[in-house]
């Protein structure tokens, strides 16, 4: 059992400042565009900021907060399922998951200043369709 002093709080406050130190990142907003997130760094603080779960697969944005980018990600899917990173402006990057054994794809990045001005999409080769909702805060 935790017993807690009176004047003591059971709780510490939240962190505050980047979610992960010592990242090194190549790019920043739109300077990210139609990069490699993996190549340039930016995989090394990234977070889903939304999933949604299809069939047995998951499609995902992923975010960076210290390159200020985002791609979409679809994992345990089939040969040929597609997902898309689309931006609130409209702009998009596209990916088809290719015929190997990991069963997933990613997207080239798209510049954007917070996680809610992209969303990931798909279209499976069973024929579903859908979007995530746009990228949350947590």
């Not at 995989?43 to 999933?51: E, K």
Request: aromatic share 6%; glycine share 12%.
């Amino acid at each position: 059992m935790v017993r807690w002093a009176a004047d003591s709080s059971p709780a510490e406050p939240p962190p505050t400042g980047p979610p992960v130190t010592g990242v090194e990142v190549n790019c920043n907003g739109s300077a990210c565009d139609g990069e490699d997130p993996m190549e340039l760094g930016c995989g090394g603080d990234a977070w889903t900021s939304a999933l949604s779960r299809v069939g047995g697969s998951y499609v995902e944005v992923r975010y960076s907060s210290l390159c200020r980018a985002g791609w979409a990600r679809i994992k345990w899917a089939r040969p040929g399922d597609r997902v898309a990173l689309v931006a609130t402006d409209g702009r998009r990057h596209r990916e088809v998951v290719p015929d190997d054994r990991n069963r997933s794809a990613f997207t080239l990045m798209l510049g954007a200043p917070a996680p809610e001005d992209v969303k990931a999409c798909w279209r499976l080769r069973s024929g579903a369709t859908g979007c995530t909702d746009p990228g949350g805060t947590t």
